[in-house]
């Protein structure tokens, strides 16, 4: 825990936190939402050394402020974990049972399970089937979030960015990320499932491919970054800006269940937190994330058609990233927005005790050991 001098700068864990790179809107709605009595979910134990008095809000006013914090993540543990492992059901479950419905109405479409679970037959149900089981899988757990949370709007998806100049610096650098990092296991991605369904069961003079396409690079980024950088990653901000970091980028590697993703997805998620946390605006994620897809999308497509030697597809990758990059490195230069610090608010618990309180609650616990099963099962069958 932190020493005693740290812990007697801390007056008011609500009062005294700031986040800087947010609106006065944004501040005042995340201050009351934590000063309500009986919300399990936040953490608003005070401590006035002078007075020596504590909050009774949280039920506890004899234990000690670390005791208070310690309970909350425990508390936002087991939350997390409940709905991750609902987000693990509906990713195993819902095509299954969907494709028995489905298949009880003579539609064509069925399932053969031979290591991995394939679709087989109309090439349009396929398509939306898998689409709706992503959207779900996301949608569902995400509204779930929001409703326990009962975080404000504003604090959830905060839109307003903070100097969108700064924009520059996180396009390019996701663009880095992925021409560095992508091109090497695109070919063992689960990420381009999605691409693959296209490719297999759509034909390229289909115009449905556009809608598709769209579909996938437009919608379900939004659904994805609703879960795990919404109402989640807001409320873990009260731990501190690195807790909700570190704890979303696990996650988000957890969730791939693929051991060739797990790199690229950590630095993508890590990449795209720090933005949202330096701009202030969930908009900041969404774009981000769009330009991660389109560039995945076309490194799927140099594999796919044989086009990695392609000098034209090349340069349409390339001069972009050249050039956002280059803007990058002369802001970083003169010293502007890229090289301020990220001002981080001290809470009673050290990092390593808040992840233990967090990580090691049983339903935490037993979705990640199922998502490190699923990684190992599928690694095997690939």
């Known amino acids: 825990m932190q020493n005693e001098s740290a812990v007697e700068k801390m007056i008011d864990v609500v009062e005294d936190f700031s986040f800087p790179y947010q609106n006065a809107q944004y501040q005042e709605a995340f201050r009351i939402w934590r000063r309500k009595k009986k919300n ?5 134990f005070t401590k006035n050394p002078k007075e020596s008095a504590f909050s009774e809000s949280q039920a506890v006013g004899t234990k000690s402020p670390s005791k208070v914090e310690q309970v909350v993540l ?3 543990g087991y939350l997390v974990g409940y709905i991750l492992i609902c987000y693990l059901v509906i990713e195993n479950v819902f095509d299954k049972i969907a494709v028995l419905i489905m298949h009880s109405l003579h539609l064509q479409i069925e399932m053969v399970t031979l290591g991995q679970s394939r679709l087989y037959g109309d090439e349009n149900l ?4 898998s689409f709706l089981t992503n959207f779900l899988k996301y949608l569902i757990p995400a509204l779930i979030m929001q409703s326990a949370l009962k975080l404000p709007f504003q604090v ?12 520059i610096g996180g396009i390019a650098l996701i663009m880095l990320l992925n021409i560095g990092l992508g091109m090497f296991g695109v070919s063992r991605s689960a990420e381009l499932e ?18 598709y396409i769209l579909v996938a690079i437009f919608v379900l980024p939004l659904i994805t970054e609703l879960l795990l950088h919404g109402a989640m990653f807001q409320a873990m901000r009260q731990f501190g800006d690195m807790f909700a970091v570190v704890t979303t980028a696990v996650l988000a590697v957890a969730l791939t269940h693929n051991i060739w993703d797990a790199l690229r997805v950590g630095l993508v998620h890590l990449t795209i937190s720090y933005y949202l946390i330096k701009t202030g605006s969930f908009g900041t994620v969404i774009l981000i994330r769009i330009v991660h897809e389109i560039y995945m999308f076309a490194l799927f497509c140099m594999e796919t058609y044989e086009a990695v ?10 001069v972009p990233c050249i050039l956002g990059g280059a803007v990058w490195i002369s802001m970083f230069l003169q010293r502007k927005q890229v090289n301020e610090p990220m001002k981080e608010n001290i809470t009673y618990l050290t990092m390593q005790e ?16 199922c998502c490190v ?5 599928t690694a095997m069958l690939t």
């Not at 396929?126 to 089937?129: G, H, V, Y």
């Not at 959830?156 to 924009?167: A, D, T, Y």
């Not at 090691?360 to 990640?368: E, I």
């Not at 099963?373 to 099962?377: A, E, G, R, T």
């Open 40 to 44: 399990p979910y936040a953490f608003q």
């Open 74 to 76: 425990n508390r936002m």
């Open 126 to 129: 396929i398509f939306w089937l």
């Open 156 to 167: 959830s998806l905060p839109m307003h960015i903070r100097k969108p100049s700064l924009l």
């Open 194 to 211: 999605k691409y693959r369904l296209i490719s297999s069961a759509v034909g390229d003079d289909d115009h449905r491919i556009i809608i």
């Open 309 to 318: 030697y392609s000098l034209e597809w090349w340069l349409m990758l390339l």
């Open 354 to 369: 808040k992840l233990t309180a967090f990580f090691t609650t049983m339903p935490m616990v037993a979705f990640l050991i």
């Open 373 to 377: 099963l699923l990684m190992v099962i």
